[in-house]
Nanobody, 121 residues
Framework: QVQLVESGGGWVQPGGSLRLSCAAS????????MGWYRQAPGKQRDVVAV???????NYADSVKGRFTISRDNVQKTVTLQMNSLKPEDTAVYYC???????????????WGQGTQVTVSS
């Protein structure tokens, strides 16, 4: 019932920009933490950026100064603005949300299906 719908992935040249968006839908309250993770071929899934309901952010060192995460608590969306993209940013990007379903008293972890970001010439 709970679903994270991602959009904005694609191909871009080095130095370019992309904006990823993710909307949480279904019977859940406004999520607690939301974030973006990525997984490059042959590597583990690593955190890119996380934002709390209050707006506190944390970024992986590799993306600080280039990526910006934001959210809308009413729309239950999270956005990742990616600037100055590098080939090493190429990966599948996954949206993440921790939220309480209307029918539960405990949080659940939810993941998007993943969207491909490719940075190359």
């Amino acid at each position: 019932q709970v679903q994270l719908v991602e959009s904005g992935g694609g191909w871009v040249q080095p130095g370019g920009s992309l904006r990823l968006s993710c909307a949480a839908s279904g019977s859940i309250f406004s999520p607690n933490n939301m974030g973006w993770y990525r997984q490059a071929p042959g590597k583990q899934r690593d955190v890119v950026a996380v934002i709390t309901r209050a707006g506190t952010t944390n970024y992986a060192d590799s993306v600080k100064g280039r990526f910006t995460i934001s959210r809308d608590n009413v729309q239950k969306t999270v956005t990742l603005q990616m600037n100055s993209l590098k080939p090493e940013d190429t990966a599948v990007y996954y949206c993440y949300a921790n939220a309480v379903p209307y029918s539960s008293f405990s949080t659940g972890n939810y993941w998007g299906q993943g969207t491909q970001v490719t940075v190359s010439s």
